[in-house]
């Protein structure tokens, strides 16, 4: 069974950091480009950063440029969503996807995870 199982989310003061893992299980994630999208309560799921099988390389949205950063441990099958600097407005359900090309479009993507909350405040 292909699932995606995304953890690491909580409650974190303006400033600090947390770190999203995304574990695949009945598949070999590093075939497939992951994004990370985030959704807010009222507003569209968007997309936040992707890093692509074919060599690794990264993209991220301007509004985490700088603070978030994505890898992969291909031994573990996982993916990380490192996030720094985090602010309030950074607030949402984060999740994971996996698809055949990289992007930050919804659509692009196959296989989606059930979302870990991230919530930023004081």
């Known amino acids: 069974q292909v699932q995606l199982v995304e953890s690491g989310g909580g409650l974190v003061q303006p400033g600090g950091s947390l770190r999203l893992s995304c574990a695949a299980s009945?598949?070999?994630?590093?075939?497939?480009?992951i994004g990370w999208f985030r959704q807010a309560p009222g507003k569209e799921r968007e997309g936040v950063s992707y890093i692509s099988s074919s060599d690794g390389s990264t993209y991220y949205a301007d509004s985490v440029k700088g603070r978030f950063t994505t890898s992969r441990d291909n031994a573990k099958n996982t993916v990380y969503l490192q996030m720094n600097s985090l602010k309030p407005e950074d607030t949402a359900v984060y999740y994971c996807a996996a698809g055949d090309l990289p992007g930050l479009v919804r659509g692009l993507y196959d296989y989606w995870g059930q979302g870990t909350q991230v919530t930023v405040s004081s």
């Open positions: 009945g598949f070999t994630l590093d075939y497939y480009a």
